[in-house]
């Protein structure tokens, strides 16, 4: 019986095939490429906290990134919103910050329901803490990690990336100009937290809690005091205990 091309029931047959091999091919693509994607993110990952204290580079090949975190990074810890040490079934580097970050603000947990991961790394004798660090620019989300010296309290470096801000205005927190800043900078004066104020003017040289903020990127600036005195905040009662 030959088949009539032309009718409405061949049409329609020729379409649900079609919809369903092209519907194959694209699940087999997306879990063919899923575990690279995967794999991609943790590599990015690993890198900009071994940036933060100066370990890696920008330009530097993201594949060499889980070497050098097996070999810096002799800690990992977990805290709860009090700044206690929590254990757990998986590591901090397991801790998803930005999507906790995204469910709070979602209303979907609170931050008492949230971990706070503390990284700790050892290099030429000299101990140094990261802690990741998230919040909200003009556009949308901003994040990144800070450093601190063995002290808890001296900045050793930081970085920081967003998702839609500004280029040439709330985008310049990415750059070195920006970032080196906070390099000598303190979050305690004498034992009180201050956390580190992004300004317009910044306070000068003399003051130690204090960068200056970007030029017309005023609303990206406070969200990244804000994120800072929010996160490390939750970290002050650990600090001073250790």
Do not use: C
């Not at 750059?175 to 080196?180: D, S």
């Amino acid at each position: 019986m030959a088949i009539d091309k032309n009718s409405n029931g061949y049409t329609f047959g020729f379409a649900i095939v079609l919809v369903v091999v092209v519907g194959a091919l694209l699940s087999f693509t997306a879990m063919s490429l899923k575990k690279p994607q995967q794999e991609n993110i943790k590599q990015e990952k690993m890198k900009s906290i071994l940036m933060s204290v100066g370990i890696m580079s920008s330009s530097d090949n993201m594949a060499d990134a889980p070497e050098l975190f097996n070999q810096y990074v002799t800690g990992q810890i977990i805290l709860n919103d009090e700044g206690q040490k929590v254990e757990r079934e998986y590591s901090a580097f397991d801790v998803d910050v930005q999507a906790n970050y995204k469910k709070m603000k979602a209303g979907a947990i609170t931050p008492e329901e949230m971990d706070y991961p503390l990284f700790k790394i050892e290099k030429d004798g000299e101990t140094t803490y990261v802690v990741p660090l998230v919040g909200t620019g003009l556009w949308g989300p901003i994040w990144g990690y800070i450093a601190l010296e063995g002290d808890m309290n001296t900045v050793k470096g930081a970085i920081f990336a967003h998702k839609g801000e500004t280029p040439g205005l709330g985008a310049e927190i990415t750059t070195e100009n920006f970032q080196k800043q906070f390099v000598g900078e303190q979050i305690f004066e004498g034992n009180d937290y201050v956390s580190i104020s992004v300004l317009k003017g910044g306070g000068g040289d003399a003051n130690k809690h204090a960068v200056d903020g970007i030029t017309g990127g005023t609303i990206t600036s406070r969200g990244v005091g804000e994120m800072l005195d929010r996160t490390l905040g939750i970290y002050v009662p650990y600090f001073k205990q250790n």
